[in-house]
C-alpha cells in the first residue's frame, strides 16, 4: 500500500457497494476492465458531508475491497449528471454488473439507492467514468 501512497500520493481511496461481497464482487470488476462507471446519487455527492471527497475528472483513487487490500488504481475520465430516469444503455453497460443491461441497471441501482431512502426516478445522479491505471505490486 506504501508503494501505491508514493506513486499517487493524492490518491484517495475508493470502495464500491454497499455491504463486503459487493465491496469484492465491483473491485474484482474494476480490476478485470469490466467495470468502468459506477454511480451516484448527485445529492448525497452534492452535500457538506461529502465535502473534501468530492469525485473529480483527473484525479486517481485507490481502489480496495472489503478486507482494505488495494487492488488497483483508477482515473477519473468523464462524469455525467443526468436524472435517474435518463440513464442510457451505453453507461449502463460500462457500470459492469449483472448482464450489463439499461434494465438490470435500472433495478439494482433503485434497490440501492431504495436502501439509502434516497430513491425516486426523477432524483440527479452522477455517472463517474474511470480507467484502471495501475495495480500494486505482487
Given at each position: 500500500?506504501?508503494?501505491?501512497?508514493?506513486?499517487?500520493?493524492?490518491?484517495?481511496?475508493?470502495?464500491?457497494?454497499?455491504s463486503p461481497a459487493m465491496n469484492d464482487e465491483l473491485a474484482e470488476l474494476v480490476a478485470k476492465g469490466?467495470?468502468?462507471?459506477?454511480?451516484?446519487?448527485?445529492?448525497?455527492?452534492?452535500?457538506?458531508?461529502?465535502?473534501?471527497?468530492?469525485?473529480?475528472?483527473?484525479?486517481?483513487?485507490?481502489?480496495?475491497?472489503?478486507?482494505?487490500?488495494?487492488?488497483?488504481?483508477?482515473?477519473?475520465?468523464?462524469?455525467?449528471?443526468?436524472?435517474?430516469?435518463?440513464?442510457?444503455?451505453?453507461?449502463?453497460?460500462?457500470?459492469?454488473?449483472?448482464?450489463?443491461?439499461?434494465?438490470?441497471?435500472?433495478?439494482?441501482?433503485?434497490?440501492?439507492?431504495?436502501?439509502?431512502?434516497?430513491?425516486?426516478?426523477?432524483?440527479?445522479?452522477?455517472?463517474?467514468?474511470?480507467?484502471?491505471?495501475?495495480?500494486?505490486?505482487?
Open positions: 500500500m506504501e508503494l501505491m501512497k508514493d506513486k499517487y500520493p493524492k490518491a484517495e481511496r475508493w470502495v464500491f457497494g454497499d469490466i467495470k468502468t462507471a459506477t454511480t451516484c446519487s448527485f445529492n448525497l455527492y452534492d452535500s457538506d458531508e461529502s465535502e473534501g471527497d468530492k469525485i473529480t475528472v483527473g484525479n486517481h483513487y485507490i481502489v480496495f475491497d472489503s478486507k482494505e487490500r488495494p487492488i488497483c488504481v483508477v482515473r477519473v475520465i468523464a462524469m455525467h449528471l443526468m436524472q435517474f430516469s435518463e440513464m442510457t444503455t451505453e453507461l449502463a453497460w460500462k457500470e459492469g454488473e449483472g448482464d450489463r443491461s439499461l434494465l438490470h441497471w435500472q433495478a439494482e441501482h433503485q434497490r440501492f439507492f431504495g436502501r439509502m431512502g434516497v430513491f425516486s426516478p426523477d432524483m440527479e445522479i452522477i455517472v463517474i467514468e474511470f480507467k484502471t491505471v495501475d495495480f500494486p505490486p505482487n
